[in-house]
């Protein structure tokens, strides 16, 4: 009988159905965040972490340890990149990857922040929540994933340089420059209205 | 150092992601140069206002099912074990399944009182975040929390305050477990709610941790002579333990 429940129990399958299971499936709301912010759009979201998840499973002998966030991320971030060339090739998406294409914003915000007086630092801190929401939105996508990784997901520098798979150093000027352009959008808008 | 420097690092010092001695370095500069020290300002105040008003897109309740059903255990194939089997013990084996199978049947038709718990908690949880209700009393004072809960329960729950550890409080909440009207105290753990459900122990026999998963969120089970508690979350199993063992010391 002994031998009969270890014959079909398959433990080692279950066991890593189970590890998956406990690791991965906990991560489902950071999946799901950051393939909205992606994508910008809830139907392309939805299929891209439903994408993530067959990926992360056949491929969850590659998860190293118990931190199973960053892995997953980067599959999302993966994920998200191969559904967009779909799209593209439909003709259904224009927006490029490439910060060249959106200009160097480090030069016109940097005045910016140098600026030695600051009622910005109280505009910024006022500005609601619906432009916040419609600034990040219009972000460069190369900005956008490093601010939404760090600001709303609370990856550490280490672990954003994993997702992106670029050096720490690289992740520390990105947002640097991400949060800055954002600062310039927010403060533009203010001006505006 | 100077100007030029400082502003390099200001993010990764606002994130507290240098290594100390180039914090101290950027935080004498900031010290003694208005200019850097109204950038660092400013990047605080972009930095408080993205964290609490951007929006943080929780996956919907239909993709977590879905999502959960794709790596759920398929159905053992019987017949195409047993075909694998020699001959000789296939007799031996069908006895065996038959008798397993009836043994099987009655144990799921009877789940445990804690097997029923813990469905019951999980839908509650998913329930209650599905309905966007996830407090009825919003509050991080434990000293409104709990006398919101006298006068709707006929006990008392322990409310806790552990926003030092990491885990603010939301508030409170009644809900249903098994017929029961019980106390949800909802903690917050980054951009995770987790419900504390607690209710009376009636047999008042102590019960040790029991760790379950189900549907993608963690249980946690036990109960004091007093209360019986489960905590349910979709954050991470480590840190609801950590909730648990914070709760569990008094």
Same mark, same amino acid.
């Given at each position: 009988?002994?031998?009969?429940?270890?014959?079909?129990?398959?433990?080692? %399958?279950?066991?890593?159905?189970?590890?998956?299971?406990?690791?991965?499936?906990?991560?489902?709301?950071?999946?799901?965040?950051?393939?909205?912010?992606?994508?910008?759009?809830?139907?392309?979201?939805?299929?891209?972490?439903?994408?993530?998840?067959?990926?992360?499973?056949?491929?969850?002998?590659?998860?190293?340890?118990?931190?199973?966030?960053?892995?997953?991320?980067?599959?999302?971030?993966?994920?998200?990149?191969?559904?967009?060339?779909?799209?593209?090739?439909?003709?259904?998406?224009?927006?490029?990857?490439?910060?060249?294409?959106?200009?160097?914003?480090? %030069?016109?915000?940097?005045?910016?922040?140098?600026?030695?007086?600051?009622?910005?630092?109280?505009?910024?801190?006022?500005? %609601?929540?619906?432009?916040?929401?419609?600034?990040?939105?219009?972000?460069?996508?190369?900005?956008?994933?490093?601010?939404?990784?760090?600001?709303?997901?609370?990856?550490?520098?280490?672990?954003?340089?994993?997702?992106?798979?670029?050096?720490?150093?690289?992740?520390?000027?990105?947002?640097?420059?991400?949060?800055?352009?954002?600062?310039?959008?927010?403060?533009?808008?203010?001006?505006?209205? | 150092?100077?100007?030029?420097?400082?502003?390099?690092?200001?993010?990764?010092?606002?994130?507290?992601?240098?290594?100390?001695?180039?914090?101290?370095?950027?935080?004498?500069?900031?010290?003694?140069?208005?200019?850097?020290?109204?950038?660092?300002?400013?990047?605080?105040?972009?930095?408080?206002?993205?964290?609490?008003?951007?929006?943080?897109?929780?996956?919907?309740?239909?993709?977590?099912?879905?999502?959960?059903?794709?790596?759920?255990?398929?159905?053992?194939?019987?017949? =195409?074990?047993?075909?694998?089997?020699?001959?000789?013990?296939?007799?031996?084996?069908?006895?065996?399944?038959?008798?397993?199978?009836?043994?099987?049947?009655?144990?799921?038709?009877?789940?445990?009182?804690?097997?029923?718990?813990?469905?019951?908690?999980?839908?509650?949880?998913?329930?209650?975040?599905?309905?966007?209700?996830?407090?009825?009393?919003?509050?991080?004072?434990?000293?409104?929390?709990?006398?919101?809960?006298?006068?709707?329960?006929?006990?008392?729950?322990?409310?806790?305050?552990?926003?030092?550890?990491?885990?603010?409080?939301?508030?409170?909440?009644?809900?249903?477990?098994?017929?029961?009207?019980?106390?949800?105290?909802?903690?917050?753990?980054?951009?995770?709610?987790?419900?504390?459900?607690?209710?009376?122990?009636?047999?008042?026999?102590?019960?040790?941790?029991?760790?379950?998963?189900?549907?993608?969120?963690?249980?946690?089970?036990?109960?004091?002579? =007093?209360?019986?508690?489960?905590?349910?979350?979709?954050?991470?199993?480590? =840190?609801?333990?950590?909730?648990?063992?914070?709760?569990?010391?008094?």
């Amino acid at each position: 009988m002994a031998f009969w429940l270890g014959e079909q129990r398959q433990p080692d %399958e279950d066991a890593s159905r189970e590890r998956f299971a406990r690791l991965v499936l906990p991560h489902l709301d950071a999946a799901y965040n950051l393939a909205r912010w992606l994508a910008a759009d809830e139907d392309a979201a939805r299929d891209i972490v439903q994408e993530t998840y067959l990926r992360a499973f056949r491929f969850r002998d590659g998860l190293r340890g118990d931190d199973a966030r960053p892995w997953l991320l980067a599959i999302v971030r993966n994920t998200f990149f191969s559904w967009r060339k779909e799209a593209k090739r439909t003709a259904l998406s224009h927006e490029e990857y490439d910060d060249d294409l959106h200009g160097n914003p480090s %030069e016109a915000a940097e005045s910016l922040f140098q600026r030695p007086v600051s009622p910005e630092s109280a505009l910024l801190a006022q500005a %609601e929540r619906a432009r916040i929401q419609a600034c990040l939105e219009k972000l460069p996508l190369a900005f956008r994933e490093v601010i939404v990784l760090r600001d709303l997901e609370d990856l550490a520098y280490k672990e954003i340089a994993r997702v992106l798979d670029i050096p720490a150093g690289t992740v520390m000027s990105r947002l640097s420059r991400g949060r800055k352009l954002l600062g310039k959008y927010l403060l533009e808008g203010e001006k505006e209205a | 150092m100077r100007c030029e420097e400082t502003l390099r690092l200001l993010d990764a010092y606002v994130d507290a992601e240098l290594d100390p001695s180039q914090a101290l370095a950027v935080e004498a500069h900031l010290g003694e140069c208005a200019a850097c020290h109204g950038a660092r300002q400013r990047l605080a105040a972009l930095r408080a206002a993205l964290r609490s008003e951007a929006r943080y897109h929780r996956a919907p309740a239909a993709l977590r099912a879905a999502v959960a059903a794709q790596i759920a255990q398929p159905a053992p194939r019987w017949t =195409e074990r047993l075909g694998r089997l020699q001959w000789v013990t296939r007799a031996a084996a069908y006895a065996a399944v038959a008798g397993l199978a009836s043994a099987i049947t009655l144990q799921l038709a009877v789940p445990s009182a804690q097997e029923r718990a813990t469905d019951a908690v999980v839908t509650s949880h998913t329930r209650s975040l599905m309905a966007q209700q996830i407090v009825d009393v919003p509050s991080s004072d434990q000293h409104t929390v709990k006398p919101w809960f006298n006068g709707k329960l006929d006990f008392s729950p322990p409310v806790k305050d552990l926003a030092a550890k990491g885990f603010p409080l939301i508030g409170g909440r009644i809900d249903y477990v098994d017929g029961q009207a019980v106390a949800a105290v909802v903690y917050q753990r980054r951009r995770h709610y987790i419900d504390v459900y607690i209710w009376p122990n009636q047999r008042g026999t102590v019960a040790p941790l029991r760790e379950d998963a189900k549907r993608g969120f963690t249980v946690l089970g036990w109960s004091d002579r =007093e209360f019986t508690y489960f905590a349910v979350s979709d954050v991470d199993a480590t =840190e609801l333990r950590q909730l648990v063992s914070e709760l569990a010391a008094s």
